[in-house]
């Protein structure tokens, strides 16, 4: 069963559009906001490795059109049901005034992978409720 | 939501029942804690409707709750705008150390 789900997010931030970029494509800045351990190789077909607690993300940048968008695949190395490829995330970057409008898309996430996902997230959620208190 | 999948036994009780429904006792066999803590670990994940529960005689059958599914769609779409939240957070402190303060980082 693959139900396709799109999961959309959105954060407005304090700074252009320049200065939110890198955070996607610099691996020692992605993982100041997510996972741990990344690999990054920010180029069409360039590598996409991310780990998120113990689950290992894989995938490979799709576009990057700095400083507006960036897409990138996203599975999960040695999952039959999620492999790396199998879904993808877009993120889109608008300025408005002195802000920036982050958009986030993630295509294609079936729904019974819902509750596997959530592994490796609720370690990225323990620790934003920790930085929270 | 958070709270019930926030602990890794709790996770790991739904990763059992993914395959079916099992006993109380089966699942506690599963871990070193006490019978006592995996009873409260079932109870919080069938308060957060997660968990569905039945009586068997003196067994008590635990299985996940297909209508928790949906809160658990929901509560991973709260996911990415956490994330997205702490990618705002630290922009913007990074910011305030590298940029001179000539903005105070808050609106009027």
Redesign the interface.
Known sequence: MTVA?V?????????SPA??FP?FIDPA?LV???GEWADLHPEPGGRFALDIGKTPVRGEYVEIEPPRRVVFTWGVAGKDSLPPGSTTVEIVLTADG?DTV?Q?F?HDLP?EE??????G??A???Q??R?RT | M?RA??DPHR?QI??LV?GGELAAGEIASHFDATQQAVSHHLQVLARAGLLSERRDGVRRLYALDPQG?DP??EM??E??????????????QD?KKTAAPK?A?R?P
């Open positions: 789900e999961l959309t997010a959105t954060v407005r931030i304090g700074a200065d939110v955070y800045l100041q906001w997510i002195p982050v986030l993630h729904a819902f509750d596997s996902h959530l592994a997230w609720t990225k959620l323990d934003l409720a930085l | 958070l999948l926030a996770r739904l990763r993914r599914l658990v769609r991973l779409s996911l990415w705008p956490s994330a997205l939240e702490r990618l705002k957070y630290v922009v913007e910011r903005r980082g609106k």
